[in-house]
């Protein structure tokens, strides 16, 4: 089981989301990512930890990185954050949970709404992905997420 962290401050984000992510690196030990906005629209970084910890890893994009809104993930084996584009305008979103019924969601939003994923090295659905089909099937952001929580069987923390 992965963790996340977000920040939101009044000046520079990036430090808090480091750190907060990195106390959750003891949670998983294949993929992390940091994801910021800002200024300049957003700027993320996803590394795999598998050989490195998560410091190693992403001590050098903490330097580039700037925004004063961010979440950070430590997942099991999906690259996280995604930064979505949708008729909601871009956001990023990061999940940590088990989708008991991913590949009925991830069937239907292909059958009924025209969704399409990116696969996976193991063939599996991203369970991220799948989250922002259903949020994305509403016409406002907050009607997406409830709907994705509705819908999800099993646990989901987005």
């Known amino acids: 089981m992965g963790g996340f962290f977000g920040a939101v401050c009044k000046s520079d984000a990036i430090s808090d989301v480091f750190f907060g ?6 949670l998983g030990t ?19 930890i598998e050989s490195s910890p998560f410091r190693t890893k992403f001590e050098k994009d903490v330097n580039s990185m700037r925004g004063n809104l961010g979440i950070g993930v430590i997942s099991d084996y999906e690259p996280q954050p995604l ?8 956001y990023a979103l990061t999940t940590v949970g088990k989708i008991n019924n ?11 709404h025209h969704a399409h994923y990116s696969e996976l090295s193991t063939g599996d659905y991203n369970p991220t992905e799948v989250v922002a089909s259903l949020i994305n099937t509403k016409p406002s952001f907050e009607e ?12 989901c923390s987005i």
């Open 144 to 155: 997406g997420l409830a709907y994705a929580q509705e819908r999800i069987n099993g646990s």
């Open 83 to 90: 930064l979505i584009r949708s008729h909601h305008g871009p």
């Open 30 to 48: 294949r993929r992390a990512g940091m994801i910021v906005y800002g200024e300049n629209g957003f700027n993320r970084a996803i590394h795999n």
């Open 21 to 26: 992510t990195d106390y959750h690196s003891h």
């Open 102 to 112: 991913i590949n009925e969601l991830a069937k239907e939003a292909i059958r009924d």
